[in-house]
């Protein structure tokens, strides 16, 4: 199994990186939104913030291990 | 005893087709537009494929439907709603839409009603990451997974643990 995109993990990434990390609460039921694409969640985020969706993309996916 | 006249078939001078009162001087309105071509499957036992059948429909085309297009009805809302525009960002009392989120313009959380940034519901929050904690640990080992999701988990963890 790997990392894919449209998920609840990655959902929760990008809501989690682009609300900032203290809003933890507000980005994981926002991740548990079953979101059309990933086009549409992004466009949410960009209406509600403001700013560019934060968070990884497949050219950030490494496999650096949690401490 | 006597029987009417014969009216059916042939070629009859007083039949209405005939009567030069019911032409029109100005000629009918006529079909608007023409029929496209048809393929018509099983043509070749009367001597020709279908195929060549619609090639000479296409060259000799058939009157189209007489009836004239309806045009479509206007919606009169749709000059009243104009200046409404889906989204508009200050279209809710001049409030940014951001307005109650504690990022971007506009009041933060505070604002929200008290039932929404209750402590209890703070508690449950909490009690539910602790729950899935272990379950978002395990994404952070999938092949792939982004190291803003890591450093998150672990800020989470940090938080809640």
């Given at each position: 199994m790997r990392w894919v995109e449209n998920n609840f993990f990655d959902h929760l990434d990008k809501f989690a990186n682009s609300l900032g990390y203290e809003n933890y609460e507000i980005a994981i039921p926002l991740a548990m939104v079953p979101w059309k694409s990933p086009e549409d969640r992004d466009i949410f985020i960009l209406t509600i913030t403001g700013n560019e969706v934060q968070g990884g993309s497949p050219d950030t996916f490494t496999a650096a291990e949690v401490k | 005893m006597t029987t009417a006249p014969e009216n059916r078939g042939g070629m009859r001078p007083t039949a209405p087709q005939n009567n030069p009162a019911n032409i029109s001087a100005t000629g009918g309105a006529g079909g608007k537009g023409t029929q496209a071509p048809k393929y018509i499957p099983g043509m070749r036992s009367l001597g020709s494929t279908g195929v060549e059948t619609m090639?000479?429909?296409?060259?000799?085309?058939?009157?189209?439907?007489?009836?004239?297009?309806?045009?479509?009805?206007?919606?009169?809302?749709?000059?009243?709603?104009?200046?409404?525009?889906?989204?508009?960002?200050?279209?809710?009392?001049?409030?940014?839409?951001?307005?109650?989120?504690?990022?971007?313009?506009?009041?933060?959380?505070?604002?929200?009603?008290?039932?929404?940034?209750?402590?209890?519901?703070?508690?449950?929050?909490?009690?539910?990451?602790?729950?899935?904690?272990?379950?978002?640990?395990?994404?952070?080992?999938?092949?792939?997974?982004?190291?803003?999701?890591?450093?998150?988990?672990?800020y989470l963890k940090n938080q809640i643990l």
């Open positions: - | 090639a000479q429909q296409g060259a000799a085309p058939m009157a189209g439907n007489p009836v004239p297009k309806v045009q479509a009805p206007t919606n009169p809302m749709e000059s009243m709603m104009s200046e409404i525009i889906p989204l508009d960002a200050e279209s809710m009392d001049d409030l940014p839409i951001s307005d109650g989120v504690d990022i971007g313009r506009g009041r933060g959380s505070e604002a929200l009603p008290s039932r929404l940034t209750s402590p209890i519901n703070q508690d449950e929050n909490v009690a539910l990451i602790k729950r899935y904690l272990p379950d978002l640990m395990n994404a952070t080992r999938l092949p792939g997974a982004p190291d803003s999701y890591k450093q998150f988990v672990n």
